[in-house]
């Protein structure tokens, strides 16, 4: 991993570097905070695994002193006071933060394109987007800027854009890495994940954020599952992919069987539902998680409000995006008393059937593969795929969500210039199991380096 | 016979006595700064997440237990959605499918008779800030903001606003006997809602009416009172009780509209996804039953029956836990009950106020009397070896100087004047010293029998029991 000596001309050349692509909205020279961070007497002095190693922050992830925006300009110029769990832990261990990066509005979106705030282009093809919501974080990873950077994973919000972009994107397990300080969407699917360039900075970075926080009541100790496994089972039947997809999956299904993987195919007819229960889900917890910017404590507040109900109304109308309004308005209504059998509780018993499916599959197989996203990185605007389309596209990547399991996104090919990626899947605790095949499949499919990517400073 | 059927609940609000607020580590103090105790996790800021207070969760249990609700083995928490400006995340926290408590019985006292009360639930939730509306302006103090706050639902089964009150009384004792709440209910730590319903005997309940702003007991057997009389005429003239909120107004002494209930919020409730299920274990429970105490009611039949304490007396004692738990122990040291009820509620009293304690520091460290202090006292008082002027003198001493009554007593020399014998010989100086009196008292006239006590008591320093002189002086001049 690249160590830092000369913080100040590293952060220019990123600085220089990222004018094209826009993968960050701020760098830690920024502000005084960010300053002191990368200042010689900030520095862990002693030499660690993560020391002088700078990494990006996705902007829905504190970092105190750095602002907290979500991509929403609602929270612009918010400054948070506190450090996310993750990024304290990351500090201790020496590594410091480069900067924050950008991501679809409050992390509403599959290309990044939803933020208020920039536009982030794909390091290989700046005509394209670089996926979302973590888009910022994959394409500042791919273009070299750092060697990883923290993103979170709500419904394949560090799978999809890693690979958009060709990096590896870890999802751990719900729960395995403390979600305070992750500005919240929809808390019971969401967890803080990693994009890194290589398997092991993946592992290093999991090993140092995972754990129990007292922050965080649902985080769980990590119970590290058997890193062995001998089978993987993919998805029979037709998956409605791209050409370039297929071509990839192709590529990583013969790559696992010349590694020595048995390939079983099952089949996970919940799939089909799983789109429905999970938007019914996050847009639910997503109208309450977004209640609390009213423009009275902090975050956008509009300047012709009369009293209590028109400032919250003005300042909500003016603070938000229209897909954020969306999800809001939808959550709204599925929480209504008198519908909630009808819509959440009926997502709730999908999203157990999910589960259970899962199990099933990992009765047979310990593995589990699926192409992360139908397409390779889609074209900004209207050319590329329209909202509805990048919901539906979801479908591989929410299932791992709703069942709360771990699943990592490998690099795999390169297909007409666009890097394709596969979600590697596995039972709950086994992260382990997803690197170690990683680092035997990159073996067989070693991950291409984006063009012009930054080497050494 | 009544014409209408009155049909009266109360929900009923109590801070708990925690050290910090029920999701951070903020003090759970009022009365500082304004938004002086907030943290980014009370304040709602983006990313944070609540951690339940344990201590929040184990004072519920204790009141779910002491009102004999079924204890919750699977308790969750719900989200409440609303928009307030003194709710942070614009949501509350609170419990709704599976609260702590469900059910269980309460009994009290009302009039001669023990009635008892059911109860729907007991749940546990975080209280919003406060609003300071000043000069056209409203400002937020978050101070409050996550308080740990128990609601507790009584089923609507109050016939009269009199039983509420006693109710709510007997309650507010028993909370603070269990030293969960101050039960402070002008400064708001315990805060009451009532609804009342009216309606033709055998037809169940009417259509029910919240009344708010009951900031004290008596408010609430006032505004029921009137809310049921207001609702009387209402139906007697062929009207029809709109279901809607109304605040008590104490000033003019009527309730007021305030929202009718077809503006309801929807409120939305759903799972809290930040904080799992709370599934106790069997130690849990345990450790729930080790902290039960006897309750008021219990206490004061057992005093009146075991200590033969008259009923007054049972209930000064039973008001306060410390001041029940401080007279037993005077009791089990030896002194006697009658004794020890007498001087709590007389002297003791006298200078705990003078001296700035309250009745429920007694027996804490700060407090200059101790149990022990005043079993001695009342122990050489019973054994006539002071008097009871000088018993009072002791215990001012005790407060002021911090000193055991015995060597109070032994320093200053106030111990009962030796035997009769020297006595004797006093009282026969002075009465030979003072002939006129001697003559009067002999002729019949009381008067200057109390210038020969003072003489007397003069003599020798006050340390002669009063009833002592009186029998020498009879016996001397007869």
């Known amino acids: 991993?690249?160590?830092?000596?000369?913080?100040?001309?590293?952060?220019?050349?990123?600085?220089?570097?990222?004018?094209?692509?826009?993968?960050?909205?701020?760098?830690?020279?920024?502000?005084?905070?960010?300053?002191?961070?990368?200042?010689?007497?900030?520095?862990?002095?002693?030499?660690?695994?993560?020391?002088?190693?700078?990494?990006?922050?996705?902007?829905?992830?504190?970092?105190?002193?750095?602002?907290?925006?979500?991509?929403?300009?609602?929270?612009?110029?918010?400054?948070?006071?506190?450090?996310?769990?993750?990024?304290?832990?990351?500090?201790?261990?020496?590594?410091?933060?480069?900067?924050?990066?950008?991501?679809?509005?409050?992390?509403?979106?599959?290309?990044?394109?939803?933020?208020?705030?920039?536009?982030?282009?794909?390091?290989?093809?700046?005509?394209?987007?670089?996926?979302?919501?973590?888009?910022?974080?994959?394409?500042?990873?791919?273009?070299?800027?750092?060697?990883?950077?923290?993103?979170?994973?709500?419904?394949?919000?560090?799978?999809?854009?890693?690979?958009?972009?060709?990096?590896?994107?870890?999802?751990?397990?719900?729960?395995?890495?403390?979600?305070?300080?992750?500005?919240?969407?929809?808390?019971?699917?969401?967890?803080?994940?990693?994009?890194?360039?290589?398997?092991?900075?993946?592992?290093?970075?999991?090993?140092?954020?995972?754990?129990?926080?007292?922050?965080?009541?649902?985080?769980?100790?990590?119970?590290?599952?058997?890193?062995?496994?001998?089978?993987?089972?993919?998805?029979?039947?037709?998956?409605?992919?791209?050409?370039?997809?297929?071509?990839?999956?192709?590529?990583?299904?013969?790559?696992?069987?010349?590694?020595?993987?048995?390939?079983?195919?099952?089949?996970?007819?919940?799939?089909?539902?799983?789109?429905?229960?999970?938007?019914?889900?996050?847009?639910?917890?997503?109208?309450?998680?977004?209640?609390?910017?009213?423009?009275?404590?902090?975050?956008?507040?509009?300047?012709?409000?009369?009293?209590?109900?028109?400032?919250?109304?003005?300042?909500?109308?003016?603070?938000?995006?229209?897909?954020?309004?969306?999800?809001?308005?939808?959550?709204?209504?599925?929480?209504?008393?008198?519908?909630?059998?009808?819509?959440?509780?009926?997502?709730?018993?999908?999203?157990?059937?999910?589960?259970?499916?899962?199990?099933?599959?990992?009765?047979?197989?310990?593995?589990?593969?699926?192409?992360?996203?139908?397409?390779?990185?889609?074209?900004?605007?209207?050319?590329?795929?329209?909202?509805?389309?990048?919901?539906?596209?979801?479908?591989?990547?929410?299932?791992a969500n709703l069942a709360g399991i771990p699943a990592l996104s490998i690099p795999v090919s390169v297909e007409n210039g666009l890097p394709v990626g596969m979600q590697l899947m596995a039972p709950v605790f086994a992260e382990e199991r997803l690197f170690a095949a990683a680092d035997k499949l990159a073996l067989q499919l070693p991950p291409a380096v984006c063009p012009g990517k930054m080497e050494g400073f | 016979m009544a014409e209408y059927e009155t049909f009266i609940g109360l929900e009923i609000h109590i801070q708990l006595l925690t050290e910090t607020k029920i999701f951070c580590g903020c003090k759970s103090k009022f009365g500082d700064e304004p938004n002086s105790n907030v943290c980014p996790v009370c304040l709602g800021y983006p990313g944070v997440l609540p951690a339940l207070n344990e201590e929040a969760v184990r004072l519920s249990y204790i009141v779910c237990r002491a009102m004999n609700c079924r204890l919750s083995e699977n308790a969750m928490f719900e989200r409440k959605n609303y928009f307030y400006p003194d709710l942070t995340k614009n949501y509350q926290i609170t419990q709704f499918s599976n609260p702590f408590g469900r059910g269980g019985a309460f009994e009290y006292e009302s009039g001669d008779e023990i009635k008892k009360i059911n109860f729907h639930e007991i749940h546990l939730e975080e209280d919003a800030g406060k609003m300071i509306h000043q000069g056209g302006k409203s400002l937020c103090d978050y101070n409050r903001a996550g308080t740990c706050l128990l609601e507790i639902v009584t089923e609507p089964e109050f016939k009269t606003g009199q039983?509420?009150?006693?109710?709510?009384?007997?309650?507010?004792?028993?909370?603070?006997?269990?030293?969960?709440?101050?039960?402070?209910?002008?400064?708001?730590?315990?805060?009451?809602?009532?609804?009342?319903?009216?309606?033709?005997?055998?037809?169940?309940?009417?259509?029910?009416?919240?009344?708010?702003?009951?900031?004290?007991?008596?408010?609430?057997?006032?505004?029921?009172?009137?809310?049921?009389?207001?609702?009387?005429?209402?139906?007697?003239?062929?009207?029809?009780?709109?279901?809607?909120?109304?605040?008590?107004?104490?000033?003019?002494?009527?309730?007021?509209?305030?929202?009718?209930?077809?503006?309801?919020?929807?409120?939305?409730?759903?799972?809290?996804?930040?904080?799992?299920?709370?599934?106790?274990?069997?130690?849990?429970?345990?450790?729930?039953?080790?902290?039960?105490?006897?309750?008021?009611?219990?206490?004061?039949?057992?005093?009146?029956?075991c200590l033969k304490l008259t009923p007054d007396q049972a209930d000064y004692i039973c008001e306060e836990k410390a001041l029940a738990d401080f007279f037993e122990k005077t009791v089990g040291l030896g002194a006697d009950p009658q004794l020890s009820v007498k001087w709590l509620m007389g002297n003791a009293a006298k200078e705990l106020n003078r001296t700035g304690f309250q009745k429920a520091d007694l027996g804490s460290e700060g407090c200059p009397l101790s149990a022990e202090r005043l079993t001695e006292l009342l122990m050489m008082l019973a054994d006539n070896k002071i008097h009871g002027k000088i018993a009072a003198k002791t215990l001012t001493a005790v407060f002021d100087e911090n000193k055991n009554p015995a060597a109070i007593i032994k320093e200053n020399g106030w111990e009962n004047a030796a035997d009769d014998g020297d006595l004797k010989v006093i009282v026969q100086k002075i009465l030979d010293e003072n002939p006129k009196a001697v003559e009067q008292i002999k002729g019949g006239d009381e008067k200057p029998r109390g210038f020969i006590v003072g003489k007397v008591m003069a003599a020798t320093k006050g340390t002669a029991n009063p009833q002592s002189v009186q029998s020498l002086i009879m016996k001397l001049t007869s």
């Not at chain 1, 990006?56 to 006071?81: H, Q, W, Y």
């Not at chain 1, 079983?264 to 799983?274: A, D, K, N, Q, R």
């Open chain 2, 163 to 305: 039983e509420a009150e006693d109710f709510l009384q007997a309650f507010r004792r028993t909370v603070r006997h269990l030293g969960v709440c101050d039960g402070n209910m002008e400064e708001g730590s315990l805060r009451c809602d009532a609804n009342i319903s009216i309606n033709t005997p055998g037809m169940g309940l009417g259509r029910k009416v919240e009344v708010k702003n009951l900031n004290s007991s008596r408010f609430v057997k006032k505004a029921l009172g009137y809310e049921r009389k207001r609702q009387e005429k209402v139906i007697s003239s062929g009207g029809i009780i709109v279901q809607e909120t109304r605040l008590w107004d104490e000033d003019r002494s009527v309730t007021r509209s305030m929202r009718s209930k077809e503006q309801a919020h929807d409120y939305r409730y759903f799972p809290e996804p930040d904080l799992p299920p709370f599934r106790p274990d069997k130690n849990f429970f345990a450790m729930i039953e080790n902290s039960l105490v006897e309750l008021p009611l219990t206490r004061r039949q057992r005093l009146v029956e």
């Open chain 1, 1 to 399: 991993m690249i160590k830092i000596k000369d913080w100040r001309s590293y952060i220019s050349s990123i600085r220089e570097k990222d004018k094209d692509i826009n993968s960050f909205l701020e760098f830690a020279d920024d502000t005084s905070a960010g300053t002191g961070l990368i200042s010689g007497e900030t520095l862990l002095s002693r030499e660690t695994l993560l020391s002088r190693v700078p990494f990006g922050v996705k902007d829905n992830i504190a970092v105190t002193g750095m602002r907290l925006t979500c991509g929403s300009k609602m929270l612009e110029n918010f400054v948070s006071p506190y450090d996310a769990t993750a990024v304290a832990k990351l500090k201790a261990a020496g590594a410091v933060p480069a900067g924050k990066t950008n991501l679809d509005e409050f992390g509403m979106g599959s290309s990044t394109d939803n933020s208020a705030l920039a536009v982030t282009n794909n390091p290989w093809d700046l005509s394209r987007v670089c996926g979302g919501s973590s888009g910022g974080s994959a394409a500042a990873v791919a273009a070299g800027l750092v060697p990883f950077a923290l993103g979170t994973d709500t419904g394949g919000s560090v799978r999809q854009p890693a690979s958009f972009c060709g990096v590896y994107g870890l999802k751990p397990t719900y729960g395995v890495v403390s979600r305070f300080g992750l500005v919240a969407y929809a808390s019971s699917l969401e967890v803080c994940g990693i994009i890194a360039d290589t398997v092991e900075t993946t592992r290093e970075v999991f090993n140092i954020i995972k754990g129990k926080d007292g922050n965080d009541q649902t985080s769980v100790e990590h119970l590290p599952a058997s890193p062995e496994a001998e089978s993987i089972a993919v998805l029979s039947g037709e998956l409605g992919l791209s050409s370039e997809v297929m071509a990839g999956y192709q590529k990583a299904v013969d790559g696992f069987k010349a590694s020595g993987y048995g390939i079983i195919e099952v089949e996970l007819p919940m799939l089909e539902y799983g789109i429905a229960a999970y938007y019914t889900i996050a847009m639910a917890e997503a109208s309450a998680n977004l209640a609390r910017y009213n423009g009275v404590r902090y975050g956008h507040r509009s300047a012709s409000a009369e009293g209590f109900d028109d400032l919250v109304r003005k300042s909500r109308d003016e603070g938000f995006g229209d897909e954020v309004k969306l999800r809001i308005l939808l959550g709204t209504y599925v929480l209504r008393s008198g519908f909630q059998d009808q819509y959440y509780t009926r997502a709730q018993k999908i999203r157990t059937a999910v589960r259970n499916e899962f199990d099933k599959v990992f009765g047979r197989a310990d593995l589990m593969m699926m192409p992360t996203f139908p397409t390779a990185a889609f074209r900004h605007g209207n050319s590329g795929l329209d909202q509805f389309q990048q919901k539906l596209a979801d479908k591989f990547t929410v299932a």
